[in-house]
Nanobody, 118 residues
Framework: QVQLVESGGGLVQSGESLRLSCEASGIGFSGYVMGWYRRAPGKQRESVATITEDGVANYEDSVQGRFTISRVNANTVDLQMNILKPEDTAIYYC?????????????WGQGTQVAVSS
C-alpha cells in the first residue's frame, strides 16, 4: 500500500521559516515527479513547487525565491519555506506522479497545516 506522509507544518509568524517533509512508503520516488500543493481557505488547490527525477524544480510565482523543494533521498522530499507570509496559510499536500495515459499514477498525502500570523 502506497502512503505519503507529510510533516513539519505548524503556526509561525510572518517572516519565519518552516520545513515540510514528505516520506513515502510502498514506493520509492524514483521515476516520479514530486510536488507540493496547497489549498488555502476558500480557494482551490494550487501547485506550489514540483521537482523532476533529474532535479529540475519549478515554483509558483508567489513562492519563487522563498521556497525550495528538494529530493532528500529515495523516499523523502522536502519543502523549505522561508520568509513566510500570511497568504501562505494553507493545507500543504505532497504529491507523486508519473507516466501518462493508461500508465499514469498519482498519489497524495493527507496534508499538513501551515498557518502564518501577521
Amino acid at each position: 500500500q502506497v502512503q505519503l506522509v507529510e510533516s513539519g507544518g505548524g503556526l509561525v509568524q510572518s517572516g519565519e521559516s518552516l520545513r515540510l517533509s514528505c516520506e513515502a512508503s510502498g514506493i520509492g520516488f524514483s521515476g516520479y515527479v514530486m510536488g507540493w500543493y496547497r489549498r488555502a481557505p476558500g480557494k482551490q488547490r494550487e501547485s506550489v513547487a514540483t521537482i523532476t527525477e533529474d532535479g529540475v524544480a519549478n515554483y509558483e510565482d508567489s513562492v519563487q525565491g522563498r521556497f525550495t523543494i528538494s529530493r532528500v533521498n529515495a523516499n523523502t522530499v522536502d519543502l523549505q519555506m522561508n520568509i513566510l507570509k500570511p497568504e501562505d496559510t494553507a493545507i500543504y499536500y505532497c504529491n507523486a506522479r508519473r507516466g501518462s495515459g493508461r500508465g499514469y499514477s498519482t498519489y497524495w498525502g493527507q496534508g499538513t497545516q501551515v498557518a502564518v500570523s501577521s
